[in-house]
C-alpha cells in the first residue's frame, strides 16, 4: 500500500499536508516547519519512504518512517500543535488553532483511522510531495 502526504501549507511554527489513500483523502497532518531536516526539529525532506510498524514505549502501535537521511525515530501519532511533536508526523481530522495556535483537531480519531487503514499491515510506502 502507498499513501500520499501533500504538504500544502507552512509557516514558521508548522507544515500543514492531507495524507491520501489513493486519491481519497483521510486524514490532515501537522509537522514542524522545514529547518533543513535538524534533528527534533524539522519536518522530513518530500521523497518516498518505508514505513514499519513499531511499539513505541511513548506512543504504543504506530509507524515509523524509514531511510531519512540523517534522522530516525520518526513516527505518526497524535497531537495537535507543533510543540506535540519532535519531527514527528501528527495525524488529525481538520485544521483548527488551538488555544490560539495554528493546529489540528481530532488527533486521536484521526489516528484510529490511520491504523484501521492499516490493520493487519506491518508496512507501507509513504510518498511526501510539497505542493507549497
Not at 491520501?20 to 518530500?46: D, Q
Not at 501519532?77 to 507543533?82: D, E, L, P, R, V
Not at 510543540?83 to 488527533?107: Q, R
Amino acid at each position: 500500500m502507498t499513501l500520499t502526504l501533500k504538504r500544502i501549507g507552512r509557516n514558521d511554527h508548522a507544515t500543514f499536508g492531507v495524507l491520501l489513500n489513493g486519491t481519497a483523502p483521510f486524514a490532515v497532518t501537522l509537522e514542524p516547519p522545514w529547518k533543513n531536516n535538524e534533528p527534533n526539529v524539522s519536518c522530513i525532506p518530500s521523497g518516498t519512504y518505508a514505513c514499519r510498524r513499531v511499539d513505541s514505549p511513548r506512543f504504543g502501535d504506530t509507524f515509523e518512517i524509514t531511510g531519512v537521511p540523517g534522522r530516525d525515530y520518526i513516527l505518526f501519532h497524535g497531537g495537535n500543535t507543533s510543540k506535540d511533536t519532535l519531527g514527528c508526523v501528527l495525524i488529525g481530522e481538520s485544521f483548527d488553532p488551538v488555544n490560539g495556535v495554528d493546529g489540528i483537531a481530532n488527533s486521536r480519531q484521526g489516528f484510529i483511522q490511520l491504523k484501521a487503514l492499516l490493520a493487519g499491515q506491518d508496512q507501507f510506502t509513504l510518498t511526501i510531495l510539497d505542493l507549497t
